[in-house]
Nanobody, 125 residues
């Protein structure tokens, strides 16, 4: 079955950076779009960023545009989220997500077929 394992979360001061990683097994990684969501306490899970199977198309939530970058390494079955200029409002559990279909051409927010277990990111002011 599909397994997504996130790492790289932690505690960082406002203005700092973190890089999240998500290693995927159980699917042919290079065929699937991947992305990141987050859920803050008391709030609904929200889309953060996504990247198509080829890496040609990406999509970002307005709240993270210009600060976060999603990328992938198909040789390592890994998707990354580079987070710069972090703000306290970025504090959340971050979840990796895999697409439910293969070879999606254009990234969309509603794509998820599988979830990771999440990794905590805490940004202190």
């Amino acid at each position: 079955q599909v397994q997504l394992v996130e790492s790289g979360g932690g505690l960082v001061q406002a203005g700092g950076s973190l890089r999240l990683s998500c290693v995927v097994t159980g699917i042919t990684f290079s065929r699937y779009a991947m992305g990141w969501f987050r859920q803050a306490p008391g709030k609904e899970r929200e889309f953060v960023a996504g990247i198509t199977w080829s890496g040609d198309s990406t999509l970002y939530a307005d709240s993270v545009k210009g600060r976060f970058t999603v990328s992938r390494d198909n040789a390592k079955n890994t998707v990354y989220l580079q987070m710069n200029s972090l703000k306290p409002e970025d504090t959340a559990v971050y979840y990796c997500a895999a697409d439910r279909i293969e070879y999606r051409a254009t990234m969309v927010m509603d794509f998820v077929g599988s979830w990771g277990q999440g990794t905590q990111v805490t940004v202190s002011s």
